[in-house]
């Protein structure tokens, strides 16, 4: 059980006093099923993909294929698994494989560096062969299916193994959309080469932030008092390729626009998200931006989200693509550098730190600070 101190617990609290962010009032969107009816719906589909990266480096994917009893099984199971007791779920923590982190189980702490969110986690790796590399103990936590009424029951991790499986593939049909929207039309694997790569270092995450808890203020104390805003997990961008996200109804997701200020997103069950990360704001030499996001937590109902990070293999070289940067006349907004390398740098900073930094050429450093 994980015990904060006071000032930790004001950490999560603190942004109370902010005002709730406006809804995001057009979310751009691509409908996977209907790109895949003619070419010219493709590149249809492309061209809005990249306007939507460059725009926001957010947008919603529906039409996705990805079955919505699968969908429905899953979230039963990470429910019933942070249901469990909390000395299951240290367990687990404990039994990750490598039993190193950042993976297993957490309660609170997010990544090594001092962060805190109202948020309990698993993180996993997930194989070359497509399969969690999962705490042991998720065998141990039977679910049956809340769609499927008479269907077997099953533990979490083959629920988590089909999922990744699904999941990944339609990432990839996204990044090779962007690579198309890119103009990169002799190569629209550069970018799912990487996530489909045996050495891919991409991730699961499943988060749940508890309902925001009651506090005794007075009844007649403002609605923000009464019902304070935590942080649920702090602004950040996500350093991989491409992050897919999908969430039970429980709103809570904000991303940042490019004037800095702060929308919420609607949730959508049918739907996923997709962010654009680091890798591909360097690989795209910032044609796409990794978009900053957060999670608050203001409702009295639990939010699970699911989000599929997909990374290069440790060893691949990841600079600006050739095509793009000859487009901008040759300049070369970031220097070569391997993932395993931008990783390392990452993993030293806190949340909302820029991350980016460390790796623009001088001549992108110099041009952003005059
Ligand atoms: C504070 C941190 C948590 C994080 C590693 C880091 O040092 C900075 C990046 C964070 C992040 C954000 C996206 C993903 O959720 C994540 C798994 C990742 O790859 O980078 C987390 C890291 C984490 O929770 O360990
Ligand atoms: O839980 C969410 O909705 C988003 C979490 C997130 O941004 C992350 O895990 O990197
Ligand atoms: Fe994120």
Known sequence: MVVLTKGE???????????????????????????????????????????ACEDHGFFKVTGHGVPAPLLARLEAAAAAFFALPQRDKDKAAAAAVGGSPPFGYASKRIGGNGDLGWVEYLLLGVTPAGAAAAPSALSAAPVSSASEGAAPSCCFRDVLDEYIAAVRRMTCTVLE???????????????????????SDSMLRVNHYPPRPETAAAAGEPAEVRRPRLTGFGEHTDPQIISVLRSNDTAGLEISLRDGSWVSVPSDTQSFFVNVGDALQVLTNGRFRSVR?????????PRVSVIFFGGPPPRERLAPLPGLVDREGGRRRYREFTWREYKTSAYRTKLADNRLCYFETTTAAAAATS
Do not use: N, Y
Request: aromatic share 2%; hydrophobic share 55%.
């Open 177 to 199: 959309l962007m690579a198309q929207g890119l103009g990169l039309d002799d190569d629209t694997a550069v970018f799912s080469r990487l996530v489909l790569d045996r050495d």
């Open 293 to 301: 996001h957060r999670v608050m937590v203001s409702s009295g109902r």
């Open 9 to 51: 617990l004001e950490q999560i609290t603190l942004p109370a006093v902010q005002r709730a962010a406006p809804p995001l009032a057009f979310v751009p969107e691509v409908d996977l099923s209907a790109a895949a009816a003619s070419v010219a719906a493709r590149s249809a589909a492309a061209r809005a993909v990249a306007k």
